[in-house]
């Protein structure tokens, strides 16, 4: 079993497990990114221990040696793991001529704390040679020890009238979201540190790890306080539409600087553009995506609110949503939906040709007006929407309209 260790004598598995080990039964080459800290290493390291060769680009020997002789570094016959792969990328061309000389499966499982897809030189490299696989921070279940995102697979699969029987038969116990969105899903200020002190501390070196190491490893910032600044900015628009020339005007940043920043913070895994359902109906929808963040504690870290708000909450669900939908071998996307009506829904759960449709309220009694675009969206797309989700903070499971059931968010995540 693929495990990260949560205490000396603990371990806790991780989501990706089948995906990962499908994927290198198949593929000669499998890219796991994803941000720094959450996990990929320890993943890579844990996975067949013994026989997989294990290289960190981040020792600085193995780092010159990828440099200057990369053939020497990936020889021999055993299957070879390369940690932190994006601080040389040149070796993916390595990567690539050792597959072509001999293609089989599981040859090179490759790590990254950067989105290597994005990356042009490596996608050149890897292209028809590799599968990719996103680690995203903890989601709450794997914090509980389940290995698990939240149900969406059974929710899917379930008729709709089983639904209540489905969540009331959940195990899970009630819980603070708050207390979630401040401690994130990144291993150690989610397992490790009980104090806010403590966490406050984790987070500022996540910070300026990244501000300081990670971002020039990506491209050259001069400038690392303007850039701050727009992370912050980008942290206080949660939940909200990106326009860029706003962003910009609020920040003292042109447009162009903005746009690169914004690319960069999304290469990094810490910034999420969330995407526009964009299919051509009676009504135009808004195309530009929205804002949130990779993990909600570094957010709350960032922009320095001593609250979360409901957009955190939205946050943790969609953080749910990408673990869930990039884990599985099955195609599915996740968009919100929002129309210049201002009719506007969460997040939408494309599977096949069939919808989910989401809506999130930080209320403990949601209301059936809470539902009114839920069920607009429902009359725009008939049969291909299945019934609409109403996560809110409280302990009812209900129908609170006819195609609409209400049902505390712990009871899903």
């Known amino acids: 079993m693929i495990i990260i260790h949560a205490m000396a004598d603990d371990i806790l598995p991780r989501l990706v497990e089948a995906s990962l080990q499908h994927r290198l039964s198949v593929m000669p080459a499998v890219v796991v990114t994803g941000a720094r800290q959450a996990g990929k290493s320890t993943l890579a390291q844990q996975l067949t221990p013994g026989h997989r060769r294990f290289i960190t680009l981040d020792d600085l020997d193995a780092l010159d040696a990828a440099r200057r002789d990369p053939d020497l570094l990936l020889g021999g016959a055993e299957p070879v793991t390369i940690d932190e792969v994006q601080r040389e990328p040149k070796l993916l061309h390595a990567v690539k001529l050792a597959i072509d000389r001999q293609r089989r499966p599981g040859r090179f499982l490759l790590t ?82 009980a104090s806010p002190e403590s966490r406050a501390v984790w987070f500022d070196g996540y910070v300026r790890t990244y501000l300081e190491r990670d971002l020039q490893n990506l491209a050259s910032i001069a400038a690392l306080p303007d850039f701050r600044r727009l992370m912050r900015a980008a942290c206080l628009r949660l939940g909200q539409p990106v326009n860029q020339t706003d962003l910009g005007r609020d920040v003292g940043l042109p447009q162009p600087t903005v746009h690169r920043y914004l690319n960069l913070l999304e290469t990094s895994y810490l910034l999420v553009r969330l995407p526009a359902y964009a299919v051509n109906r009676t009504k135009r929808l808004i195309k530009s995506p929205k804002i949130f963040w990779g993990d909600t504690g570094v957010a709350l870290h960032l922009s320095q609110e001593s609250q979360p708000r409901g957009a955190h909450l939205e946050n943790l669900v969609l953080q749910d949503l990408l673990a869930w939908r990039d884990a599985r071998l099955d195609p599915a996307e996740v968009y919100y939906w929002r129309t210049t009506l201002g009719e506007e829904i969460d997040f939408l759960v494309e599977t096949g040709d069939r919808l989910l449709p989401i809506e999130v309220k930080a209320t403990t009694r949601p209301r059936r007006r809470d539902t009114a675009a839920l069920r607009t969206f429902r009359s725009e797309y008939g049969q291909r929407s299945r019934a609409g989700l109403l996560l809110h903070t409280g302990d009812v499971v209900d129908w609170i309209a006819p195609d609409v059931l209400a049902v505390p968010w712990w009871r899903v995540i």
Do not use: C, K
């Open 112 to 193: 990254g704390s950067a989105n290597l897809r994005l990356m042009r030189q490596v996608s050149e490299s890897l292209a028809g040679r590799a599968s990719y696989l996103t680690l995203w921070p903890m989601t709450r279940r794997e914090q509980r020890r389940l290995g698990r995102a939240g149900i969406w697979d059974q929710l899917l699969r379930a008729p709709e009238a089983e639904w209540p029987a489905l969540l009331q038969a959940q195990p899970e116990a009630s819980e603070d979201w708050r207390s979630l969105a401040r401690r994130g899903g990144f291993p150690t200020p989610a397992l490790h540190l």
